[in-house]
């Protein structure tokens, strides 16, 4: 029967395997870049979004996230409401007012927009329905 001798890796084997894994982690580009790490973004509008939901279901409403405009749809007692959810400095843009106006007219819903400002205060606005074209009989 042969004689096997074990191999034992000295330190200097170690630290090479050490590297290796750890460029394969993460990657060469990272470790050899000098540009300082970024800070993960914060979803503010998320965090205001979830917060009107609690809000919502707390008070009774079937909530509905959707992905685009508007960010929360709520019904209760067969009334419906579209909220337009905006957080910190963010404010309702030129084209977002009259497609949530739109919106409301159509389901037969009120639309609002919820502010959430610094120091947890919060502003409730609801919006009036758009004034309607009227087209002169012949």
């Known amino acids: 029967m042969a004689n096997k001798t074990r191999y034992i890796p000295t330190l200097s084997d170690l630290w090479i395997y050490w590297n290796v894994f750890w460029i394969a982690f993460k990657g060469w580009s990272r470790i050899f870049s000098r540009q300082p790490k970024r800070e993960p973004i914060k979803n503010e509008g998320l965090t205001a979004e979830l917060k009107t939901i609690h809000l919502l279901k707390d008070d009774g409403w079937s909530v509905f996230r959707t992905q685009g405009m508007p960010d929360i749809i709520a019904a209760k007692n067969g009334e419906v409401r579209l909220i337009q959810v905006k957080e910190g400095k ?7 007012l009259p497609k949530i106006q739109h919106l409301a007219e159509e ?6 927009i919820w502010y959430y400002k610094k120091r947890g205060r919060s502003q409730k606005i609801p919006l009036k329905p758009r004034p309607v074209s009227r087209i002169p009989a012949p």
């Open 107 to 112: 389901f037969d819903a009120r639309a609002e």
């Open 90 to 96: 963010s404010r309702l843009r030129k084209n977002e």
